[in-house]
């Protein structure tokens, strides 16, 4: 790494952000052999607000990397309970294998951010933010808040869903479309080792008013779980819930199932999804993972996704070419058609009517053999032909009017 001198650093690349994605993106270039900066607003160990799960698309990315997760506890897929019906949702059979996994992210993102750290060519600035960028379309440098100035020939931009640096780029989050507000926690179990995913979709508030969202119990494999809720919402239909509040009630609910101790470390978070942002390129940067809304609009899962698009940025950079147009075509072809599909199942969400009145058929039999593994493979992008056709029913259901697809600019535009 070029050190022009005690305040002046020219990296190959500049990675601003080091969850996941940004030390994905770190260990993936020094493997080409790059020279990568990664810096973070943090210093780490660090908690980040999450539901923990690992779905078998990120446990393969994960193993792509050399990392390992499923020794210490393994997922077979979910149990989706309410309306007086259960329904089990194994992963799908599929290239990424069929075994997941969760992991409290104070420890996954400690893990990859010393693995990144581990090849040649990766270096680390903690508790240093990205305070200011000097652009003309291309980003030529990058004041950190410490003085340093950085001169990079490429940036990844991974700083998570409110993407502080991103809006300094123009990064835009169109909130017409569907957001997950969630709140998570941490109880004691006895019950750790339970290798399913619950989710309840008949989440109820103290007025016992359906919300549009669902409760989850992630099992952790440490003695706890990652127990939270989160509600869906737009512009036009905003969830009016107390998300933390709802957690307790949540808590309580099912505490004599789990053993639960009280609900610890609290924490709440609005969630950009489904490619819901413009914005996110520009001729020598990308953004990527949370920061560009990859994030699965049915469970706000992004893990995954964020690993993915890591690999597929540093790929790109080999190009040789803009990618301000190049980016969003790159995220359109591997994830638009699964993300709008789930976006539109989530916008029926939102519709009030919906759920009381569809929920007792999806979880019970015959209708939840057909539409929970639809909305498994859905979760995890692996989408079917008869998933469409699914998708379009239940929209006509939810809003009475054929479905559209719906604004391609927000769709990365």
């Known amino acids: 790494m070029l050190l022009v001198n005690d305040k002046v650093i020219s990296p190959d690349l500049l990675i601003v952000g080091a969850g996941p994605a940004g030390s994905a993106a770190a260990w993936h270039a020094a493997k080409l052999g790059m ?5 973070d607003q943090a210093t780490f160990p660090r908690d980040k607000t999450c539901g923990d799960g690992l779905t078998p698309r990120a446990i393969h990315q994960l193993e792509a990397i050399g990392v390992d997760v499923t020794s210490h506890y ?8 309410g309306f007086g019906g259960s329904v089990e949702a194994p992963w799908p059979d599929s290239s990424f ?19 990144a750290l581990g090849m040649d060519g990766a270096r680390f600035l903690g508790g240093v933010g990205a305070r200011a960028v000097e652009l003309d379309g291309a980003i030529r440098s990058v004041e950190l808040s410490d003085g340093t100035r950085v001169l990079p020939k490429f940036v990844i931009v991974a700083d998570g869903v409110r993407s502080t640096f991103g809006k300094q780029l123009g990064r835009t989050w169109h909130k017409g479309e569907v957001f997950g507000i969630a709140a998570r926690s941490y109880c004691e179990t006895p019950f750790s080792d339970e290798p399913w995913i619950h989710s309840h979709l008949e989440l109820r508030d103290a007025e016992n008013t359906i919300q549009p969202g669902y409760g989850w119990i992630f099992p952790l494999g440490d003695g706890r779980a990652n127990v939270g809720c989160g509600a869906l919402s737009t512009d036009n239909r905003p969830a009016k819930v107390n998300t933390k509040k709802l957690l307790h009630l949540y808590a309580q609910q099912q505490r004599e199932a789990w053993h639960f101790g009280q609900p610890e ?8 999804m489904g490619g819901a942002v413009s914005g996110v390129a520009g001729p020598n940067w990308m953004l990527i993972g949370d920061a560009a809304a990859c994030v699965n609009p049915l469970n706000g899962e992004g893990i995954d996704y964020g690993l993915e698009t890591a690999a597929m940025a540093v790929g790109a950079l080999d190009e040789g070419k803009d990618f301000t147009l190049l980016w969003p075509e790159m995220l359109r072809h591997e994830y638009g058609e699964a993300f709008l599909l789930a976006r539109t199942l989530a916008r029926a969400l939102t519709y009030p009517q919906f ?23 859905l979760m995890g992008n692996l989408v ?17 009017a054929s479905m559209r697809m719906r604004g391609s600019r927000v769709l990365w535009g």
């Open 35 to 39: 020279e990568a900066l990664l810096v």
């Open 74 to 81: 393994q997922s077979r897929g979910l149990k989706l309970h």
């Open 97 to 115: 294998g069929n075994v997941g996994s969760a992991m409290p992210r104070t420890k996954l993102d400690n893990l990859l951010l010393e693995h």
């Open 265 to 272: 470390g609290v924490a709440s978070a609005l969630l950009p």
């Open 355 to 377: 759920l009381p009145l569809t929920g007792p058929l999806a979880l019970r039999k015959p209708m939840g053999k057909i539409v929970m593994p639809a909305a498994a493979r």
């Open 384 to 400: 079917v032909e008869e998933d469409r056709d699914l998708v379009a029913r239940v929209w006509r259901a939810a809003s009475g």
